[in-house]
């Protein structure tokens, strides 16, 4: 007896398939400037356990008892020196990231963004793209630099959506990029762009980035020696005499040995030395954010002036530059090779 396919019963719900789907991923922002949205944040990103690692009986009591009814007022004073009419600078310019995506790399490719923390939710953003037909995702945290406080939660969280799906998409990880070509050509480019335009000749050029525990570093994290290797690269591009480059850390956090040197001590110790004009890029985020526009730009120049410094920038992350999005452009075809 032959087997014969039997045709779909009419009450089957139309499906949609067969389409390719592409995730921008960022950290995360609040919904407003408000102490109440700054707490809910904070909290979601605080109890992370890829983002702090001590045991969450001894760190759940100081976060709730002590941070969320300490910190949210001041973070949202921070927030609202930064927010801008359309919202948190990171979520603006990640949408627009992902919009200028959707345009470059066309139909057949579909492009949404989301953030690790707060909305809109990865999980979330992955039932979009799924409901549109799309079985096969490239998940593309847009994190230079590998850790497992950026990168793998990102993919942690994914996995927890995946979990709950009777039908799961296949999936793709853009991986680290810190020492990529595509990413070292595209920050020369438009660091020399910024440095050009300057009304002064800075004598130092800090390249700051995110800082770590130093605990990660030892206990196997890549992301002191990724953050290492992209300063080396870039200085190499960006040599010319009488400038000087050196490599920080910012937004230390907590009692605990943070890596090193840290950003806002270097600012005053240059200012201290003698140095009157400085020059700060941050290499590791894909976009301004928090980090960028309020600790490097507002409060990093008061450190640098108030120490004897006189002239000061902080140059712009990638963002929707020419250079930044033709860079994301040529990753993301390229990890969507076979796909498309």
Same mark, same amino acid.
């Given at each position: 007896?032959?087997?014969?396919?039997?045709?779909?019963?009419?009450?089957? %719900?139309?499906? =949609?398939?067969? /389409?390719?789907?592409?995730?921008?991923?960022?950290?995360?922002?609040?919904?407003?400037?408000? %102490?109440?949205?700054?707490?809910?944040?904070?909290?979601?990103? *605080?109890?992370?356990?890829?983002?702090?690692?001590?045991?969450?009986?001894?760190?759940?009591?100081?976060?709730?008892?002590?941070?969320?009814?300490?910190? %949210?007022? /001041?973070?949202?004073?921070?927030?609202? #020196?930064?927010?801008?009419?359309?919202?948190? %600078?990171?979520?603006?310019?990640?949408?627009?990231?992902?919009?200028? +995506?959707?345009?470059?790399?066309?139909?057949?490719? +579909?492009?949404?963004?989301? &953030?690790?923390?707060?909305?809109? =939710?990865?999980?979330?953003?992955?039932?979009? *793209? &799924?409901?549109?037909?799309?079985?096969?995702?490239?998940?593309?945290?847009?994190?230079? #630099?590998?850790?497992?406080? $950026? &990168?793998?939660?990102?993919?942690?969280?994914?996995?927890?959506?995946l979990r709950t799906m009777r039908w799961q998409p296949t999936l793709r990880t853009l991986p680290p990029y810190h020492d990529d070509? @595509?990413?070292?050509? =595209?920050?020369?480019?438009?660091?020399?762009?910024?440095?050009?335009?300057?009304?002064?000749?800075?004598?130092?050029?800090?390249?700051?980035?995110?800082? +770590?525990? #130093?605990?990660?570093?030892? @206990?196997?994290?890549?992301?002191?020696?990724?953050?290492? /290797?992209?300063?080396?690269?870039?200085?190499?591009?960006?040599?010319?005499?009488?400038?000087?480059?050196?490599? $920080?850390?910012?937004?230390?956090?907590?009692?605990?040995?943070?890596?090193?040197?840290?950003?806002?001590?270097?600012?005053?110790?240059?200012?201290?030395?003698?140095?009157?004009? @400085?020059?700060?890029?941050?290499?590791?985020?894909?976009?301004?954010?928090?980090?960028?526009?309020?600790?490097?730009? +507002?409060?990093?120049?008061?450190?640098?002036?108030?120490?004897?410094? /006189?002239?000061?920038? $902080?140059?712009?992350? *990638?963002?929707?530059?020419?250079?930044?999005?033709? &860079?994301?452009?040529?990753?993301?075809?390229?990890?969507?090779?076979?796909?498309?």
């Amino acid at each position: 007896m032959t087997w014969q396919p039997q045709s779909l019963p009419a009450q089957h %719900p139309p499906v =949609a398939s067969g /389409k390719v789907g592409v995730l921008l991923c960022n950290l995360g922002t609040p919904d407003s400037a408000e %102490p109440k949205a700054v707490k809910r944040y904070l909290r979601e990103f *605080l109890s992370d356990r890829r983002v702090v690692e001590i045991p969450p009986i001894a760190w759940q009591p100081i976060l709730r008892g002590i941070i969320l009814n300490t910190r %949210p007022k /001041k973070s949202a004073h921070a927030y609202s #020196q930064v927010w801008t009419e359309e919202g948190s %600078p990171l979520a603006v310019i990640t949408r627009d990231q992902a919009e200028a +995506m959707q345009k470059r790399l066309g139909n057949g490719v +579909m492009v949404e963004w989301g &953030m690790r923390y707060g909305t809109p =939710a990865i999980g979330d953003r992955i039932d979009k *793209l &799924m409901r549109a037909g799309c079985e096969r995702i490239l998940l593309a945290p847009l994190y230079p #630099q590998y850790s497992g406080a $950026t &990168m793998a939660t990102v993919v942690d969280k994914a996995a927890d959506k995946l979990r709950t799906m009777r039908w799961q998409p296949t999936l793709r990880t853009l991986p680290p990029y810190h020492d990529d070509p @595509l990413y070292i050509d =595209a920050l020369a480019s438009d660091l020399v762009r910024q440095i050009d335009a300057l009304p002064f000749a800075p004598e130092v050029l800090l390249l700051s980035f995110h800082g +770590m525990p #130093q605990r990660t570093l030892e @206990l196997g994290d890549p992301y002191h020696c990724h953050c290492q /290797k992209t300063s080396r690269l870039l200085q190499a591009r960006l040599a010319r005499p009488g400038l000087r480059f050196r490599t $920080t850390f910012q937004s230390r956090f907590g009692r605990a040995k943070w890596l090193e040197p840290a950003t806002d001590a270097v600012l005053a110790e240059e200012a201290r030395g003698g140095t009157r004009r @400085l020059a700060i890029a941050a290499p590791g985020f894909s976009a301004d954010c928090l980090e960028t526009l309020e600790e490097l730009a +507002m409060q990093g120049r008061d450190q640098f002036t108030e120490a004897g410094g /006189k002239e000061f920038a $902080t140059l712009s992350c *990638l963002n929707t530059s020419p250079a930044g999005l033709d &860079m994301l452009e040529g990753m993301l075809r390229r990890e969507l090779g076979g796909w498309i």
